[in-house]
């Protein structure tokens, strides 16, 4: 063995100083039955947040909400879809983040410039909800869960929502920034989850056989937390926001300083790339929607109907002739 880090698990080998911008890169921590992502998103975001040439406020709130939703996202199935949405009474009153399985991500978010100078900075959002929506594909059913939002902003909220669902215990934590580039100045983002993953038994039974009257939530409360995710939960508070954004610090790097104790194996890295799944046949369906009074109302002082995609800004402009009008 070498003083060298190394990366545990069967395939052991060196820590990488590659970057992996515009990726996800899962990884375990078996020592401590925890898994998890890390989420590095540089030309990507840089590209969607720079087309709509967002105030630096919305930038980072939507750069966190697509952060968040590369991290839940990219576990999907080959066809799923996952989408985040907020609806909100806050100077930004709604987002909307997609991802398509296996790499397309891409959002757009809806504000009022004027409130937008007297918004608290730490809270553009302001109270509303947030929700998550997969979409596994044909044979699956869809699945919403929604959790409030109260001020306490995006990676909190995700915090509740999975207390409240009952699912894996998770923690996550988002940063983004604008740094200094050979080209300027460009949006990055980065995010972590860990989730909890005991091997069945003991640790999962402890709570479930936890015998008594006590409604149910209190039972939780009274089996004390185990100490093998108390101390993943310890490791990943220790992440700067800067390390998360850091564009020549990889994810292994930042996975090794985490993690190289108890020891890391990281998987194959999935790319992310900004691309919409807009198209002339999918606008042409939405507008065939609408009754043939609106198409007429919708029609410009050039003769066409034309329509900007939210998401891309992508132009498109229609003869009416094209519906028979
Ligand atoms: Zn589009």
Known sequence: MSGEPHLSGPRSRPVSDLGQDDSVLPFAVEELDVRGRVARLGASIDQILGRHSYPGAVARVLGEALALTVLLGSSLKIDGRFQLQT????????IVVDFDAPDRLRAFARFDAERLLDAPRADVLGRGHLAFTVDQGRDAARYQGVVALEGQGLEEAAHQYF???????????LAVAQIVTASGLGWRAGGLMLQFLPAGGERRRQVDLCPGEEPQHSIREAVPEDGAW??????????????????????????????HEPGVTVFAPQPVRDACRCSDDGVKTMLRGFSAEDRRDMVGDDGMIGVTCEFCSTFRAFDPKEFGE
Request: charged content about 35%.
């Open 230 to 259: 108390v101390e993943a939960k310890a490791l990943a508070a220790t992440i700067e926001d800067h390390e998360l954004v850091d564009p020549v610090l990889s994810s292994e790097r930042l996975l090794y300083r985490l993690f």
């Open 87 to 94: 609806r909100s009474d806050g100077a930004v009153d709604m």
């Open 163 to 173: 207390r409240q669902s009952e699912q894996i215990p998770t923690r996550i934590r």
